[in-house]
């Protein structure tokens, strides 16, 4: 058994040993080795060698295609990501010794998370819906379903739904009715034998740019369209 004195000796230097680590107060900046507080390496840089009593810490750039984005001490830096073409991928930006490279998915597709690993189709919203929303290189497009009053009779991830044409029937016009469909400058009417034909044909602007003589500015004892059966059973 050891004698007292030797002992307390012991405890002693070890109280101090565990005292003086415990004692240091390195800044964010800094990291504890060996006993004393050695400056981390800038954004950018790696650690070659730890400090010592007599010379600070020796830092070196980063070697091609990697980077160190914060303050370290570690002595490796982190490799650039790889954007894979055959997964969908562009590369977005290269990258430097500060910053990795960010990728993008290629048109007509959008990244399934915030990181960009992997790539979605965008969606093409059907028809009877338009697009309320446009996808981008985060976010796939949103679609809604037309309301009353609006249509889409195609598939697309940029159209929204489109007002219905105004109808206007030879001889007097009216107003569409929820039964009546327009596509473009084409309306189906619900009512009278007016079928297919084109919006500008029975519209009273278009008549009167036409002049007098044109077909708008025929009497009424002859219907426009009535040659192509527009006003059979009118």
Known sequence: MLPGCLVCLLGGCLLRHWASGSDLNCTPQEYPHEGRCCHRCAPGLK???????SRNTECEQCEE??????????RHCTPHRSCDHNAGLDTRS?????HNAECQCQQGMYCSSRDCQTCLNITACRPGEGVAWKADNFSDTVCVPCE???????SSSSEPCRPWTRAWPWPQPRP???ADLCYGHYCSLSRGAHSL????????????E????AAGSRGAGTAPGAS???VRGA
Do not use: M, Y
């Open 228 to 230: 192509r059966g527009g």
């Open 94 to 98: 290269p990258g430097d010794t500060k």
């Open 47 to 53: 650690v070659r060698s730890d400090c010592t009593a």
């Open 210 to 213: 036409a002049g007098p003589g």
């Open 197 to 208: 034909l084109p919006v500008s044909e029975r519209s009273p602007a278009a008549q009167t």
């Open 148 to 154: 009353h009053g609006t249509f889409s009779n195609i």
């Open 65 to 74: 295609r990697h980077f160190q984005s914060s303050w370290t001490k570690e």
């Open 176 to 178: 569409l009715s929820s």
